[in-house]
């Protein structure tokens, strides 16, 4: 089992407040992604779970179980930090032993010298072994067991820390942005065998995360933080497509969602950059903000589309997609939209109409709130 | 343009040179006078080792010894009769008890302490760390009369522990372990508790190997200091020849009826100063691999 439930947790270093309230409930077995720009809270947050930090007020049960004083070791929860926190001074073989050691052997047992003596020693050491070397085949670490940390490449490391996590085999596996020190190569493979790992172990995962993308691709259910508050707890396609207020719309999906001032008549029209949305919405507001991706804008040539013009100022070229980012005119800011290849490049400087897909606009309040 | 930069050099490596002779002069000397006879040390003749001739030593005829015992060459002479006068191996055992000890017990407490001034929160914790900035700042010399009194009262005077229980605390190893401690990640300290260690499990299995550059560096100011220490030696050991330490064991061959003789006086210098250089030139090759072991990033 690996319930872990969060109930109005505060926490504030000094006199800034890092969490406020904050509730969350997580599932056994699913891989929630904690997700916010940096400075949110969700690091400490994560910190309170595994017990490191204490919380001001609030509770965190875990099974069932609460426990606000149990210490950290006593939580059966295992951390995989950023700068994967290994013990330098030891082989890999002997960081993945360290846990189980410190756990199964008695206080004698542990001593140097003496300990070798005591003789339940000797079967406790072999199940250590078998654990050690059952984790390093999954990991694929056997032939690295004897080298030191300073002798392993980022990505090695990253998989001997995820060995010292794994071989506890505990409820929860805590992950505080544990693929941000690898190179974009190793990060994108790190992140379908940490999937790999997660359908294969079934245990919960929890992770944590600056970058939308690691979240999108890999979690069953991301929670977006923004300034310490939970904005929105749901799978990521449901966070991306239907963000429920702009801040999380503007914070997930790269490149940043573009958003336009529109005014809303009294029969619930919207329009906006003399685009007129099908869709009604109810509300008394008369100033709005339109926010729509830039997959679901379109450069365009038909003169039949309702579109608005622009100057091309900037081209991305991603390969598979191309980015151009125009200047409606001088006094708005730039915005971004989504070209194919296919279709010829744009150079700069020239204009082009762009015309926004009808059913993929979403509607905001001034204040941030979406209008449904 | 080339010449006037080789000339800016130059002004600079003579200046090195300079100071690099006023250090390694006196060495020059005591080895030198160790090596040649008391009349070529007279003479200032001989070069560094002199012309060792064999000869028979009076002042060595005059302790006693037959003139068959007393036939040698110099160098052998300075040395048999240092070792002769004085109880060297004796006096180079207790220098290595008080500063092996007063090391290792400093460690002991330096280390609790700093980890608790660096990783830990409590209240107070800046002003423990300036108190121990403050002590930083206290002369020994002005805090040894009343430490004199506290050991004598004690009934500690002309015992190993006077030598080495004042020690024991050292702020300096204290500040410098703090300061190291800090370079620490604390994530490191986070996945040990997380495995389960305790506090001073941490401190002993986490920071002290971690720390073994860092200490090398502190083991070098605190051997150093207590090898060649003695001005404290010379306090609370009053009378017991059998407690001198190396500095103080040199003190004998100062003044008396030989007070002259500068061969085996030199000769016992070098012999107190050989374990230092020795342990200096394992220390400093040890030193560098220390920080290369870390492999934290």
């Given at each position: 089992?690996?319930?872990?439930?969060?109930?109005?947790?505060?926490?504030?270093?000094?006199?800034?407040?890092?969490?406020?309230?904050?509730?969350?409930?997580?599932?056994?077995?699913?891989?929630?992604?904690?997700?916010?720009?940096?400075?949110?809270?969700?690091?400490?947050?994560?910190?309170?779970?595994?017990?490191?930090?204490?919380?001001?007020?609030?509770?965190?049960?875990?099974?069932?179980?609460?426990?606000?004083?149990?210490?950290?070791?006593?939580?059966?929860?295992?951390?995989?930090?950023?700068?994967?926190?290994?013990?330098?001074?030891?082989?890999?073989?002997?960081?993945?032993?360290?846990?189980?050691?410190?756990?199964?052997?008695?206080?004698?047992?542990?001593?140097?010298?003496?300990?070798?003596?005591?003789?339940?020693?000797?079967?406790?050491?072999?199940?250590?072994?078998?654990?050690?070397?059952?984790?390093?085949?999954?990991?694929?670490?056997?032939?690295?067991?004897?080298?030191?940390?300073?002798?392993?490449?980022?990505?090695?490391?990253?998989?001997?820390?995820?060995?010292?996590?794994?071989?506890?085999?505990?409820?929860?596996?805590?992950?505080?942005?544990?693929?941000?020190?690898?190179?974009?190569?190793?990060?994108?493979?790190?992140?379908?065998?940490?999937?790999?790992?997660?359908?294969?172990?079934?245990?919960?995962?929890?992770?944590?995360?600056?970058?939308?993308?690691?979240?999108?691709?890999?979690?069953?259910?991301?929670?977006?933080?923004?300034?310490?508050?939970?904005?929105?707890?749901?799978?990521?396609?449901?966070?991306?497509?239907?963000?429920?207020?702009?801040?999380?719309?503007?914070?997930?999906?790269?490149?940043?969602?573009?958003?336009?001032?529109?005014?809303?008549?009294?029969?619930?029209?919207?329009?906006?950059?003399?685009?007129?949305?099908?869709?009604?919405?109810?509300?008394?507001?008369?100033?709005?903000?339109?926010?729509?991706?830039?997959?679901?804008l379109e450069i365009t040539?038909?003169?039949?589309?309702?579109a608005f013009?622009a100057?091309?100022?900037?081209?991305?070229?991603?390969?598979?997609?191309?980015?151009?980012?125009v200047?409606?005119?001088?006094?708005?800011?730039?915005?971004?939209v989504?070209?194919?290849?296919?279709?010829?490049?744009?150079?700069?400087?020239?204009?082009v109409r762009i015309s926004?897909?009808?059913?993929?606009?979403?509607?905001?309040?001034?204040?941030?709130?979406?209008?449904? | 343009?080339?010449?006037?930069?080789?000339?800016?050099?130059?002004?600079?490596?003579?200046?090195?040179?300079?100071?690099?002779?006023?250090?390694?002069?006196?060495?020059?000397?005591?080895?030198?006078?160790?090596?040649?006879?008391?009349?070529?040390?007279?003479?200032?003749?001989?070069?560094?080792?002199?012309?060792?001739?064999?000869?028979?030593?009076?002042?060595?005829?005059?302790?006693?010894?037959?003139?068959?015992?007393?036939?040698?060459?110099?160098?052998?002479?300075?040395?048999?009769?240092?070792?002769?006068?004085?109880?060297?191996?004796?006096?180079?055992?207790?220098?290595?008890?008080?500063?092996?000890?007063?090391?290792?017990?400093?460690?002991?407490?330096?280390?609790?302490?700093?980890?608790?001034?660096?990783?830990?929160?409590?209240?107070?914790?800046?002003?423990?760390?300036?108190?121990?900035?403050?002590?930083?700042?206290?002369?020994?010399?002005?805090?040894?009369?009343?430490?004199?009194?506290?050991?004598?009262?004690?009934?500690?005077?002309?015992?190993?522990?006077?030598?080495?229980?004042?020690?024991?605390?050292?702020?300096?190893?204290?500040?410098?372990?703090?300061?190291?401690?800090?370079?620490?990640?604390?994530?490191?300290?986070?996945?040990?508790?997380?495995?389960?260690?305790?506090?001073?499990?941490?401190?002993?299995?986490?920071?002290?190997?971690?720390?073994?550059?860092?200490?090398?560096?502190?083991?070098?100011?605190?051997?150093?200091?207590?090898?060649?220490?003695?001005?404290?030696?010379?306090?609370?050991?009053?009378?017991?020849?059998?407690?001198?330490?190396?500095?103080?064991?040199?003190?004998?061959?100062?003044?008396?009826?030989?007070?002259?003789?500068?061969?085996?006086?030199?000769?016992?210098?070098?012999?107190?100063?050989?374990?230092?250089?020795?342990?200096?030139?394992?220390?400093?090759?040890?030193?560098?691999?220390?920080?290369?072991?870390?492999?934290?990033?």
């Amino acid at each position: 089992m690996g319930t872990i439930s969060l109930k109005n947790i505060n926490k504030s270093f000094g006199s800034t407040e890092v969490l406020k309230q904050l509730s969350l409930d997580i599932q056994d077995g699913e891989f929630l992604t904690l997700v916010g720009p940096s400075g949110c809270g969700k690091s400490t947050l994560l910190k309170i779970i595994a017990g490191l930090e204490q919380q001001n007020s609030g509770d965190v049960i875990i099974d069932d179980k609460n426990v606000n004083s149990t210490r950290a070791s006593k939580r059966d929860l295992a951390m995989v930090f950023q700068s994967y926190a290994l013990y330098p001074h030891l082989t890999v073989r002997k960081n993945l032993e360290t846990p189980l050691k410190l756990r199964d052997y008695s206080f004698v047992e542990r001593l140097p010298l003496i300990g070798n003596f005591v003789p339940s020693r000797k079967e406790k050491k072999k199940s250590i072994d078998d654990l050690v070397f059952k984790t390093s085949e999954t990991l694929k670490i056997t032939e690295l067991l004897d080298r030191k940390p300073g002798q392993l490449s980022g990505g090695q490391r990253q998989r001997a820390a995820l060995g010292r996590a794994m071989v506890r085999e505990p409820v929860a596996f805590l992950m505080d942005e544990p693929l941000s020190n690898l190179d974009a190569a190793l990060r994108v493979h790190m992140r379908s065998e940490l999937s790999e790992l997660h359908n294969s172990l079934k245990t919960t995962f929890i992770y944590v995360t600056h970058d939308q993308a690691e979240a999108l691709t890999m979690s069953t259910r991301m929670a977006v933080m923004i300034d310490g508050e939970l904005l929105q707890l749901d799978t990521p396609s449901e966070v991306y497509n239907n963000p429920s207020s702009l801040r999380v719309a503007e914070f997930v999906g790269s490149p940043k969602i573009n958003t336009f001032a529109a005014q809303i008549s009294s029969d619930g029209s919207v329009e906006f950059m003399g685009i007129k949305l099908e869709r009604k919405f109810n509300t008394n507001s008369q100033k709005a903000l339109v926010a729509v991706r830039p997959e679901h804008l379109e450069i365009t040539k038909d003169s039949n589309k309702p579109a608005f013009e622009a100057t091309v100022s900037y081209r991305e070229n991603l390969g598979s997609d191309i980015f151009y980012h125009v200047q409606v005119n001088q006094s708005e800011s730039k915005i971004i939209v989504r070209g194919s290849p296919q279709a010829g490049l744009i150079s700069n400087g020239e204009t082009v109409r762009i015309s926004p897909s009808h059913a993929e606009a979403m509607l905001f309040e001034t204040s941030g709130e979406r209008i449904r | 343009m080339l010449a006037r930069h080789y000339i800016g050099e130059s002004w600079k490596h003579g200046l090195l040179i300079i100071g690099a002779l006023i250090v390694l002069i006196p060495f020059y000397m005591m080895v030198s006078m160790s090596l040649k006879s008391q009349q070529e040390i007279q003479s200032i003749s001989g070069g560094l080792v002199g012309a060792q001739e064999i000869q028979t030593f009076p002042v060595c005829t005059k302790h006693g010894y037959t003139e068959e015992v007393c036939t040698m060459r110099p160098y052998k002479y300075n040395f048999w009769f240092a070792f002769k006068k004085a109880p060297i191996p004796r006096y180079l055992m207790n220098g290595l008890i008080v500063t092996v000890s007063i090391f290792l017990i400093q460690v002991l407490i330096a280390l609790p302490c700093s980890y608790a001034l660096a990783k830990l929160r409590f209240k107070g914790r800046e002003f423990v760390f300036s108190m121990v900035l403050f002590c930083l700042l206290i002369p020994v010399h002005a805090i040894a009369l009343p430490l004199y009194v506290m050991l004598a009262k004690a009934g500690l005077v002309d015992t190993y522990a006077a030598l080495i229980i004042p020690w024991t605390i050292s702020v300096f190893g204290i500040f410098l372990m703090r300061q190291f401690f800090m370079t620490v990640p604390d994530e490191l300290i986070d996945a040990a508790r997380m495995d389960g260690m305790g506090e001073y499990s941490i401190v002993w299995k986490v920071m002290l190997p971690v720390a073994i550059p860092a200490l090398l560096a502190f083991a070098i100011f605190s051997v150093v200091a207590h090898w060649n220490d003695y001005f404290w030696p010379r306090i609370v050991i009053t009378g017991n020849r059998d407690l001198f330490t190396p500095p103080l064991g040199i003190r004998e061959f100062r003044g008396g009826i030989d007070s002259d003789e500068f061969g085996p006086m030199m000769a016992s210098i070098v012999t107190v100063t050989i374990p230092l250089i020795v342990a200096f030139i394992v220390a400093q090759k040890r030193f560098v691999e220390g920080i290369t072991m870390t492999g934290m990033k």
